[in-house]
């Protein structure tokens, strides 16, 4: 057997094995996270209650994408910026944690981006990205 017909089922078996472990660990969605300020009662999903906001104030909107009918309530999902228009906006090391207490579309604040996949609070996006950008790309996971 020639060297050649050695190395490549070696290096084809290899590509394949890096190729399965890469698949395996991206089990995130990638879209876009505006931000919304106060005020941010009442929700779609709890009105006024005051207990649906974390005393972390990482909460969001669910942006149509993920909004399903109104299941998304009370979801939570990780989440994290991964590029922006300009330059330096990101915190990619950052990931916060935020719970769905309302719908983007219906909030009664505005959003920062219209047709963002998730609205972050003020809070929430600020932990990832600098506050002044309107959007961001984000990558994204339900808990």
């Given at each position: 057997?020639?060297?050649?017909?050695?190395?490549?089922?070696?290096?084809?078996?290899?590509i394949?094995?890096?190729?399965?472990?890469?698949?395996?660990?991206?089990?995130?969605?990638?879209?876009?996270?505006?931000?919304?300020?106060?005020?941010?009662?009442?929700?779609?999903?709890?009105?006024?209650d005051?207990?649906?906001f974390?005393?972390?104030?990482?909460?969001?909107?669910?942006?149509e994408?993920?909004?399903?009918?109104?299941?998304?309530?009370?979801?939570?999902?990780w989440?994290r910026?991964?590029?922006?228009?300009?330059?330096k906006?990101?915190?990619p090391?950052?990931l916060?944690?935020v719970?769905?207490?309302?719908?983007?579309?219906?909030?009664?604040?505005?959003?920062?981006?219209?047709?963002?996949?998730?609205?972050?609070?003020?809070?929430?996006?600020?932990?990832?990205a600098?506050?002044?950008?309107?959007?961001?790309?984000?990558e994204?996971?339900?808990?």
């Amino acid at each position: 057997m020639s060297r050649l017909q050695q190395v490549v089922p070696r290096c084809l078996s290899s590509i394949l094995i890096l190729a399965v472990l890469l698949l395996r660990q991206s089990h995130a969605d990638v879209g876009t996270a505006g931000h919304y300020d106060p005020p941010y009662t009442p929700t779609a999903c709890f009105g006024y209650d005051p207990l649906q906001f974390p005393s972390s104030f990482l909460f969001a909107a669910a942006g149509e994408g993920i909004w399903d009918n109104g299941a998304a309530c009370g979801r939570q999902y990780w989440v994290r910026c991964i590029s922006a228009d300009r330059p330096k906006t990101c915190n990619p090391a950052q990931l916060v944690q935020v719970r769905i207490v309302d719908r983007a579309l219906s909030a009664v604040s505005r959003s920062s981006s219209d047709r963002a996949t998730i609205v972050l609070s003020k809070t929430a996006f600020e932990a990832i990205a600098n506050p002044s950008a309107s959007s961001v790309n984000v990558e994204f996971v339900q808990v």
